[in-house]
């Protein structure tokens, strides 16, 4: 068992693709992993098999499609064979530390296959007092009630609102330090839980998987994180202002532009961040000798939007380039590397590729495939999927929305939405190559052969088999969280800027 590989696997929430350094970014946002990737297996296109978390996990972790046990399972099943769990069988030792994202918990199955799990979601440090959220007191009732009425205002409506913004600003109390408003422990802070752990694995093979929130919205870096870049840092009353601002549901497209940028070089920090801790780690395998024998592999659970398309944060109703194009990168032992291909690899395969990598069997179950053994072909197809409209899914109801499909090839690109109200179903067909930030879908009369060949993937897609085991568990578990809520409790309310 000794000479068992080990595998870390490191998963950066909302890191789009094209904001890291080995994947063309110009500001220095990962210089570590930007020399790592020199020796690594770093995959050009990366796609999620769906998006946001809940929708992107099941395939990362368990090679499986997010709604092939229905669109009203959520998470992975009990039982279901995982990264974690074949690993576990075959000896090794396990841990995940997830920096409190609430869809990645025991809850939705997470924990299962793994010795140590921590989600830190029972976290007892002091939690950010808000942006702008005054949602108490008298003012705040008076703010509920004009809401109702808002839209029929007109231009006073909109007066009110920038007033009532303006006003949360003020009354909001002062944060001392940027650390004090962030709603998720930082890098260093699981870095140092996993350095804990790997010291008291000894010898044995180990798998870690290490999920981390720094550019997650609210954007909250640490404060070195401007330092290592050589920009100018944000006070903790502008990184506030700036988040308050970019959260509102008030005002358009136009008017968030003002402060795009700047809320960009609050993700970046964020990201630079992560990439000291990812040296950190490295240097802890090096110096306790295990690094020589580790699998290390980083991606994304998916990526984040600054209005590419109008739009803010990661909502699962548009599969588009900047949510699900993500970073991969894969070191190997002994300095493997081969040449990869720009045709798009879904996360599907990951899981397979990692196992294969270790020399140890890939699950039936497992809808991927090792890239080791079959790196695909020019024509290579990936999928992604969501529900349109989840943005909170511990809403049961929430989840049974109409499906979000995304069909990716190396060029062309279709992407399907079932409109419920129109009774009829959207697809927009586009070409990356002429078009990759996908402002112009071709015109229904281009591309006739393409449209035609990615529809029939996609209905292949949608008639595939269904686990009926896996799915009834996972319906079991369902219906006892629900069993086990008192009458009175309701589902825990979450805003698309905090949900993941």
């Not at 030792?93 to 199955?109: D, E």
């Not at 909001?172 to 870095?191: G, I, K, Q, Y």
Request: one cysteine or more; proline letters at 7%.
């Amino acid at each position: 068992m000794a000479a068992q590989k080990s595998i870390v696997l490191v998963t950066v929430d909302c890191l789009r693709a094209d904001h890291v350094g080995f994947m063309g970014y110009p500001r220095p946002t990962t210089p570590f992993l930007d020399f790592l990737a020199q020796e690594s297996l770093v995959f050009p296109a990366a796609i999620v098999a769906g998006a946001p978390t809940y929708y992107s996990l099941p395939a990362i972790l368990a090679s499986r499609y997010p709604l092939a046990l229905g669109r009203d399972v959520l998470g992975l099943a009990p039982d279901e064979p995982t990264l974690a769990s074949v690993l576990k069988k075959s000896g090794y030792a396990t841990a995940a530390f997830a920096a409190g994202n609430p869809y990645i918990s025991p809850r939705f199955g997470y924990a299962q296959g793994f010795d140590t799990f921590r989600d830190f979601l029972d976290d007892e440090r002091e939690r950010p007092a808000g942006n702008s959220d005054t949602g108490n007191g008298w003012t705040g009732h008076l703010n509920q009630k004009l809401q109702k009425i808002n839209s029929g205002l007109g231009s006073f409506g909109a007066v009110y609102n920038e007033l009532y913004f303006q006003y949360c600003q003020r009354v909001t109390p002062e944060a001392n330090s940027l650390d004090a408003l962030r709603r998720f422990p930082s890098a260093e802070v699981l870095v140092d839980e996993a350095g804990k752990w790997l010291e008291s694995v000894g010898d044995a093979p180990f798998f870690l998987w290490l999920h981390l929130m720094d550019p997650h919205a609210p954007y909250y870096p640490k404060q070195e994180g401007f330092a290592l870049m050589d920009v100018r840092p944000a006070s903790p009353s502008s990184a506030r202002y700036l988040n308050s601002y970019w959260n509102r549901s008030d005002i358009g497209a136009r008017r968030l532009r003002r402060h795009r940028d700047e809320i960009v070089s609050l993700y970046d920090a964020g990201i630079r961040w992560v990439d000291l801790q990812m040296s950190r780690l490295v240097e802890k395998l090096r110096l306790s000798g295990q690094w020589d024998r580790c699998i290390f592999a980083l991606t994304a659970d998916h990526g984040e939007e600054f209005l590419d398309h109008d739009s803010r944060f990661h909502p699962p109703e548009r599969l588009m380039e900047e949510l699900i194009h993500v970073p991969l990168m894969m070191r190997l032992p002994g300095n493997v590397k081969k040449e990869v291909s720009v045709a798009p690899f879904s996360l599907l395969h990951l899981a397979p590729t990692l196992l294969d990598a270790a020399e140890l069997p890939v699950p039936e179950a497992f809808q991927g495939r090792s890239w080791l053994r079959d790196n695909g072909s020019a024509d290579e197809l990936a999928i992604s999927e969501c529900v349109s409209g989840c943005s909170n899914p511990f809403h049961a109801a929430n989840r049974i929305g109409p499906r979000v499909l995304s069909l990716r090839e190396a060029r062309f690109k279709l992407v399907l939405h079932f409109d419920p109200v129109a009774k009829a179903l959207q697809d927009l067909l586009y070409d990356l190559k002429s078009d990759p930030k996908e402002l112009a879908p071709l015109a229904r009369h281009e591309q006739k052969a393409v449209r035609r060949r990615l529809l029939e993937a996609a209905r292949e897609h949608l008639q595939g088999p269904i686990d009926q085991r896996a799915r009834m568990l996972g319906r079991v578990r369902e219906l006892q969280l629900e069993w086990k809520k008192p009458a009175n409790q309701s589902a825990p309310a979450v805003s698309q800027s905090a949900s993941a």
